[in-house]
């Protein structure tokens, strides 16, 4: 078996028939579609049963169980050398396997030493009777991506390795499975893993291959425990009570009561480098890269924390007092990190300094004329359904991509 695509689910059918459909509709023949059932009640099951494919492998959890357990029991199930997470809300194109495929046995990197090919995706909503597209439109369309090198140049908010967008081997998955323990931790088992990933391919000084067009679709749905949790903290705080070992608190943020998306986020990311142990990143990354790699985290992380503590304030004024403390501890890790460059670091206040200027002279402008270059390079389309949405994305890999 070359490929599994895997497909954990949990009480939600009328999402689940899209995301099978997807699945079973491949220009590929040698794969398997697990279904992992964490539902509360018979209905995805029923959804299941409903398909008349040899390739649909159906498996349910004993009882509800959090996320994290959840994909380990349905990675559990997975016969194939390839690996693929298919959320329940989400799908794939005709062309996805294909495309994996024809990467996989390119050459680009030798197969045998090949264990990670990630990929981009297209963000699929509603609006009122149009379904709209939306990606990045990239120049590059196939690069290699040197392990090390991503670790020590992004924050760990761009590392592009999750596996709902990557194409893992299973070695890889059973290696981390037998170093760590497990292969998913919380919150997030997707963020995790793929920290956990990227760091044991820049250990092996390995490279992996990066798709920079889009050939599966995320769904903005209002249901996901991502984005239907964006600025909803009852629906955060509802995730976390999934984990039976869940004490009312986050585990490394400052924040710890404060149960938002991006604060959750944090704590995930924090959560990753003490998995994999902060002395080990630095011996890896060098001391310096690592201060720079953890700035570039932090900082990141209060500003979208603020952005979405202002978006909550807007129907709720309690999180007004959340906006004053995140605040004043950003304000307060800032003035750490320029005494520490003021002491040892002087290549850092330079930064921090010509930073500033470059951002007064921004908002010099106006605002209409302040857009970054990703927005700029973000395309929109419109169609009447989401048949025309997924044909127009497979027209994009097929213009992108020689399938000969």
């Known amino acids: 078996m070359f490929f599994s695509i895997i497909i954990p689910t949990r009480d939600r059918p009328h999402l689940l028939k899209d995301a099978i459909n997807s699945a079973l509709n491949q220009e590929f023949d040698d794969y398997e579609v697990v279904v992992s059932d964490n539902s509360s009640n018979d209905e995805s099951k029923k959804i299941v049963l409903n398909f008349d494919s040899k390739r649909l492998k159906y498996y349910r959890t004993p009882y509800p169980v959090d996320m994290c357990k959840s994909w380990e029991f349905a990675l559990s199930k997975a016969k194939g050398k390839w690996i693929l997470f298919l959320g329940d809300d989400d799908l794939l194109t005709s062309k996805t396997l294909k495309t994996y495929f024809n990467i996989i046995k390119s050459g ?80 997030a088992p997707d963020l995790t893993s793929g920290f956990i990933a990227l760091y044991e391919l820049a250990l092996s000084h390995e490279k992996y291959i990066k798709i920079e067009f889009p050939i599966w679709i995320a769904r903005a749905s209002k249901e996901s425990y991502g984005y239907g949790a964006r600025s909803n903290p009852e629906k955060v705080r509802e995730f976390f009570s999934q984990f039976e070992d869940f004490e009312g608190k986050l585990l490394f943020s400052p924040f710890k009561k404060l149960f938002t998306l991006r604060n959750g986020i944090l704590d995930t990311l924090l959560n990753s480098i003490h998995i994999v142990g902060e002395e080990n990143l630095k011996k890896l990354m060098g001391e310096d ?116």
């Open 289 to 404: 890269n690592f201060r720079r790699f953890y700035r570039n985290t932090i900082r990141r992380s209060y500003m979208d924390i603020i952005r979405e503590l202002e978006d909550i304030s807007k129907y709720d004024k309690e999180y007004i007092k959340h906006i004053r403390i995140v605040k004043f501890h950003f304000i307060m890790w800032k003035i750490r990190n320029i005494l520490y460059g003021i002491v040892r670091e002087r290549d850092y206040v330079k930064e921090v300094i010509q930073s500033r200027a470059r951002r007064f002279i921004k908002n010099l402008k106006k605002a209409d004329q302040q857009l970054e270059v990703s927005d700029e390079r973000l395309k929109s389309f419109q169609f009447a359904s989401i048949k025309d949405a997924i044909s127009f994305i497979e027209s994009q890999i097929a213009e992108v991509y020689s399938f000969s």
């Open 108 to 187: 680009i990197i030798d197969e045998e030493k090949l264990k990670i090919v990630a990929s981009s995706w297209a963000v699929l909503s509603q609006k009122s009777n149009l379904y709209e597209i939306q990606f990045l439109q990239n120049e590059k369309k196939i690069k290699i991506v040197d392990a090390k090198e991503m670790l020590i140049e992004r924050s760990m908010l761009q590392i592009d390795i999750i596996p709902h967008s990557s194409c893992i081997r299973k070695e890889l998955y059973d290696f981390i499975r037998k170093k760590y323990g497990r292969v998913f931790f919380k919150w």
